[in-house]
């Protein structure tokens, strides 16, 4: 038998459960279809979450793990490391976390539906095929977000466009002695992006890498330096560089299946919760107005680009220029920027979420200029303007 609802949303990690939630509170009726049978698993996340993130998901501590004031970046002959002095970011179980975003959702009035995939799409007349533990079924639906991560199955059905860009990642928790404070970055492991130890407590780490090409072959390399007491292996994909185009007629699509992670980063849950809800307020008001097209719905390409594109922008110039980068380029960037004066300026500006206002700063302080000379202004220049 069909069923109808004002809002169906794909996908339930953090941007699907937060959408969900806010459309329930906002009085709609609501399914959130995940095609898992657990909300959460599997796991394909680093779960290093700025504080802005982490209030962004509005959980509980439950899924809290460590916490971290700093990081050192470092290569073969050079470091920076820095220590803000206070909590910059939270290391999480996104499994536990993701959850108690599904149950928030499910409080709010929203109904879930595990492992329930959806395989065909008729945008035009607003209608989902899904096949799972209820069979084959048709769900007709007033409007529909797709945050149904980096396959981002419903915006190819829809015909809009794709990712720039994908990278892989290859991720261990393993037993290892590191600063529980700080995180640690290995810029020159992985060229096209970087390699990670993320301090999770009780001494273990989680040790990751995300790249273009060969990236097996870099993890190994890079994981045979930590030991071989390996705990729990991951992987993943990352989208970068938004798409041009968000919305289709009924649809909105938001974080990963909108390529919405941080090229600066990789991380997407920020982003893809703050577009979620973006999305859901324009649904609620499609819902009472009675307006579905890609006219209407434009409000909330608007919105999250008035939010966070500046910065998605950004950072994705960021990622570009460093694909030029040489080993020995970012030895000598590693060995300007861990001057005193430049560690103080990335404490006091420093912005996981929005990286830009460092970015500036940076280009106008003179020790980049004197130190770095014309390669570092000629760097950041090209990253923001």
């Known amino acids: 038998?069909?069923?109808?609802?004002?809002?169906?949303?794909?996908?339930?990690?953090?941007?699907?459960?937060?959408?969900?939630?806010?459309?329930?509170?906002a009085g709609l009726s609501v399914l959130l279809i995940e095609e898992q049978a657990h909300i959460g698993v599997p796991v394909q996340c680093a779960g290093l979450l700025s504080c802005s993130a982490f209030d962004e998901c509005r959980v509980s501590t439950r899924s809290v793990l460590n916490t971290v004031s700093g990081a050192m970046v470092t290569t073969e002959n050079a470091t920076l490391s820095f220590d803000a002095g206070k909590t910059k970011a939270y290391v999480v179980d996104r499994a536990l976390l993701d959850q108690e975003m599904g149950y928030a959702a499910a409080d709010a009035g929203a109904e879930i539906q595990l492992k329930t995939l959806a395989y065909a799409l008729d945008h035009?007349?607003?209608?989902l095929q899904v096949r799972g533990q209820r069979g084959l079924e048709e769900i007709r639906y007033r409007v529909l977000i797709a945050a149904d991560g980096p396959r981002a199955t419903i915006g190819r059905m829809a015909g809009l466009p794709r990712a720039l860009v994908y990278l892989s990642g290859l991720q261990c928790d393993l037993a290892y002695e590191t600063d529980q404070n700080k995180v640690a970055i290995y810029p020159n492991a992985s060229p096209e992006f970087f390699g990670w130890v993320i301090p999770i407590g009780d001494g273990r780490a989680r040790v990751g890498m995300c790249g273009i090409t060969n990236v097996r072959e870099k993890f190994e390399r890079f994981l045979s330096g930590f030991g071989s007491q390996h705990v729990q292996f991951v992987s993943g994909t990352i989208p970068l560089g938004t798409l041009k185009n968000t919305v289709a007629e009924?649809?909105?699509?938001?974080?990963?299946?909108a390529a919405m992670a941080k090229p600066t980063s990789g991380g997407g849950v920020y982003t893809g919760i703050r577009a979620a809800r973006h999305a859901a307020a324009v649904a609620t008001l499609a819902c009472d107005v009675e307006r579905t097209d890609p006219a209407f719905l434009s409000a909330y390409e608007s919105r999250w680009?008035?939010?966070?594109?500046?910065?998605?922008?950004?950072?994705?110039?960021?990622?570009?220029?460093?694909?030029?980068?040489?080993?020995?380029?970012?030895?000598?960037?590693?060995?300007?920027?861990?001057?005193?004066?430049?560690?103080?300026?990335?404490?006091?500006?420093?912005?996981?979420?929005?990286?830009?206002?460092?970015?500036?700063s940076l280009l106008l302080h003179p020790s980049m200029y004197r130190a770095g000379g014309i390669f570092l202004r000629s760097a950041i220049r090209s990253i923001i303007r």
Request: proline fraction near 3%.
């Open 124 to 127: 035009h007349r607003h209608r």
């Open 1 to 25: 038998m069909d069923r109808n609802y004002d809002v169906v949303v794909v996908g339930a990690g953090p941007a699907g459960s937060a959408a969900a939630e806010s459309c329930a509170k």
């Open 305 to 360: 680009r008035g939010d966070i594109g500046k910065e998605l922008k950004i950072g994705y110039a960021a990622f570009k220029y460093r694909q030029q980068i040489t080993q020995t380029e970012m030895e000598q960037i590693i060995s300007v920027m861990s001057s005193p004066d430049i560690r103080d300026l990335i404490v006091q500006k420093g912005d996981m979420d929005r990286p830009g206002r460092l970015l500036q």
């Open 250 to 257: 009924g649809i909105m699509v938001a974080g990963d299946a």
